[in-house]
């Protein structure tokens, strides 16, 4: 009797190990199908110069040109024309002034801006330039008057350009407006949030959004936009888990958090790709502007980096060049934020 009872509670056991298995397995792959993510990276023609970090890109109407950087003896001053359509690279004139990195460009008006930087001999550049694509060349306008500095973020909205944070041996977080009708620059309504620099800017709607980067070897979780109707910046959500009262930020984590990005638009959507985590990156960020929510999608289908440059053209999201380690890279990728991830390029 004794012995029928012990095997039929061991009989019982077994049943609820094999019951309980089953649910982890279950939750488990409810798990992976709430955290399955979206975007497919097909590769496109690389990009024609020497591979480099570092550089800049700015697009003037449907036109796409990308220069400058560090090719890891030398900086450049080369400018290249992508025609996105056909995949063909155009060499344009070379930028005339001191070759550089971490440099910031804008458009204005169908005419491009370029400035600030490192050069070889460890300067901290202010000089400004604007590019007039329908002659294909290169004009010195006034300095930047916030003095010497890289890895600040350009952008432009309306009529006016501007440059915003940076290093210049002290971690930044001022803002200048340029104008181009005077030439002039004056100061705006410096960052609200924490100095910086190597962080990204991205524009929509009229305000610009600047997030990422880093102060005193610490990536930062704050994130602002500015309305320059008003001259004014407005705090966004953190991009961590910080609010223990709602699960908007489950997924976060520390992931978001980076330097030496780039970010570009597609719609009401930005992106927030690769950058340095504690070395180089592939992770891609989906923000949805109207709802200040971060979404992970597909990362990178290339090799982690850092220094690369974004942008977007004719609603189409694209990255190109980029570095990790001592290894500098010169390939493009473009970016399908809804299809599902393929092995397939495009």
């Given amino acids: 009797m004794k012995k029928f009872q012990v095997l039929r509670k061991m009989r ?6 094999t019951a309980l298995s089953a649910t982890v397995l279950t939750a488990c792959q409810k798990d992976s199908t709430s955290t399955e993510v979206l ?39 080369d400018f290249w024309n992508f025609d996105y359509t056909s995949g063909t690279w155009y060499k344009v004139a070379a930028f005339p002034g001191t070759a550089r990195n971490s440099a910031v460009a804008f458009t204005i008006n169908g005419k491009a801006y370029f400035g600030t930087g490192y050069d070889a001999n460890g300067n901290k550049l202010n000089d400004f330039w604007e590019y007039d694509p329908s002659t294909d060349k290169w004009t010195q306008k006034a300095d930047f008057a916030g003095g010497g500095r890289y890895n600040a973020v350009g952008f432009a909205i309306g009529n006016f350009g501007y440059i915003a944070t940076g290093y210049d041996g ?3 977080k001022d ?43 610490l990536y930062l979780n704050d994130f602002y936009a500015y309305d320059p109707t008003t001259d004014s ?21 520390e992931y978001i958090k980076r330097s030496n990005a780039t970010a570009f638009v597609m719609g009401n959507k930005a992106y927030l790709v690769a950058g340095n985590i504690n070395g180089a990156s592939k992770t891609v960020w989906e923000y949805d502007i109207a709802n200040d929510l971060w979404t992970e999608k597909t990362a990178l289908e290339a090799s982690s980096r850092e220094g690369l440059v974004g942008f977007s053209v004719s609603n189409r999201g694209f990255i190109v060049t980029g570095h990790n380690s001592s290894t500098r890279f010169d390939d493009c990728w473009e970016f399908f934020p809804e299809e599902e991830q393929t092995d397939i390029d495009n």
């Fill in 12 to 17: 019982r056991n077994l049943l609820a190990i």
């Fill in 175 to 217: 803002n200048w407006q340029y104008n181009p009708a005077t030439d002039s620059w004056k100061q705006v309504a410096s960052l609200t949030g924490s100095k910086r620099t190597e962080a990204v800017a991205f524009v929509h709607n009229g305000l610009a959004y600047v997030v990422s980067g880093q102060n005193n070897s």
């Fill in 170 to 172: 002290n971690y930044l």
């Fill in 39 to 77: 975007g497919n990276w097909a590769r496109r023609s690389e990009f024609e110069g020497v591979s480099r970090t570092e550089g800049v890109s700015f697009v003037i109407g449907d036109k796409v040109y990308v220069g400058s950087g560090f090719d890891g003896t030398n900086r450049l001053n």
């Fill in 233 to 253: 910046w407005t705090e966004k959500r953190k991009i961590n888990s910080v609010d223990d009262d709602n699960s908007y930020d489950d997924e976060y984590g």
